[in-house]
Every structure is written in C-alpha cells, then in structure tokens.
C-alpha cells in the first residue's frame, strides 16, 4: 500500500462547481497533514494545512479523519484559476526518520 | 523577492558527467532539502539539512551529493549523469520541525535536467 493515495483524476468540472477530492494515508501516527498545489512545470505551493478540527479558508475546505486515516479537500464555486493538481501531504516515520511524504497529485480542470 | 531561488533552471547534459545545481533561500529558515519529482509526478524526498547538518538522507546513489555550506544554502552535485536521472528537482526550505510536526515548506522553481 502506498504511504499517501490520491486519485490522478483529472476532475473535470464546470465553473461553479463544487469539486473534493480524497486522500488516504498508511501512517496511523502521522501528525502533520497539508494540502499543496502544483500548477503545470511549476513549484507546488501550500495550499492549506488540515487540522483535525477541520479548516475552512475561503472557498476551500479540508477535513481530517484521523480512524479512517482519510483527508478530504472541497473546492466550492471553482474557477478556471483553481485548475492545477493538487497534492497530498502527510508526515510519517520512514527508515526510523520523520519526513514529509507526497501523494502524486489529483488534477483538476476547470472548464468555461 | 525570491524566497527561494535555485540555478539552472534548465540543465541538459550528456550521460557520464558531473553536474551541479545550487539552491538559496532568504527566509532565515534552519532546514532545506532536496526533492526530486520524477515523470509520474512523484515528489520525493532525496536530502534534508538543518542548519548544515545532515539529519536525511534517503536511499538515493552515491553519485548524488549535497554540500550546505552554510545554513541558507544547499546545493545538490550529481557525478556520472545517468538516462534515469532526468527529473525536477526542487529545493524546499522550512523552520524545523517540532517534534513530529512539520512545518510549511518553501519551494524552488525546480531545476529540470535532462541526460542525454
């Protein structure tokens, strides 16, 4: 099993819609959960941290399901500037040493 | 400003040599690393330094070395450039993780190396 499981999509949504998109991790003692967003050949940047209370910035939403070991990410009202692949990021124990470990990415497409 | 800035942008080189990718960051972070996110879109981990000193170090060749010759910098030297070497690489820098809490990390542009 993978360390950190995304879907590759591409979601492909209208403008206004409402997109989330899933993740799941292997590390029942990770601690540190993120959101980043990688535009095509570009960085990825954060998007948002995921506490386990849940977050909300703006037209986005992330949720942390510590028992099933599952993060989700809503997107409401997505724009066609929302288009990117979004990352999941978990921390975990690896060879006896904590490190960020990144799922490949779930692409979103934001059509007009 | 550019937090964190890396050079080449572009590298393409023949199998067989030695190459070098520098990386800088001004944000007074104490931890940088090394990435390197493949054709698939995998990004993984290759090295982490705080504060120049070596704390990750991932099963990557020996061919891949990095030298942090003071805490703002990493730069990432790679011998005997092989066809499967052909990725992004990125540079990231963080404060240093509390514990087993990380913080935000701060990427580079990405240095996009081909071998030929």
């Known amino acids: 099993r993978k360390e950190v499981e995304q879907d590759p999509g591409p979601f492909n949504v209208p403008e206004g819609a409402t997109v989330a998109f899933n993740c799941t991790y292997s590390?029942?003692?990770?601690?540190?959960f993120f959101w980043y967003r990688q535009d095509c050949r570009k960085e990825p940047k954060l998007l948002m941290s995921v506490y386990s209370s849940g977050n909300e910035d703006g037209r986005f939403t992330a949720q942390l399901n510590r028992a099933s070991q599952y993060i989700s990410l809503l997107i409401r009202d997505s724009k066609l500037s929302d288009s990117a692949t979004y990352l999941c990021v978990v921390n975990g124990m690896v060879d006896s040493s904590y490190k960020l470990i990144f799922g490949s990415g779930t692409r979103l497409l934001v059509r007009p | 400003d550019t937090a964190v800035s890396q050079t080449p942008k572009y590298l393409v080189t023949q199998m067989g040599n030695d190459k070098s990718i520098k990386c800088e960051q001004n944000l007074g972070h104490d931890t940088m690393y090394w990435y390197k996110q493949d054709s698939k879109k995998f990004l993984k981990i290759m090295f982490s330094y705080n504060n120049k000193e070596l704390i990750i170090n991932e099963t990557v060749p020996n061919r891949f070395s990095p030298k942090s010759p003071d805490k703002a910098h990493l730069n990432l030297h790679i011998n005997s450039l092989e066809l499967g070497d052909s990725a992004v690489y990125f540079c990231?820098?963080?404060?240093?993780?509390?514990?087993?809490?990380?913080?935000?990390?701060?990427f580079g542009p990405g240095t996009r190396l081909t071998v030929l």
């Open positions: 990231a820098s963080s404060l240093p993780r509390q514990g087993t809490n990380y913080n935000e990390q701060f």
């Open positions: 590390n029942s003692a990770s601690q540190s």
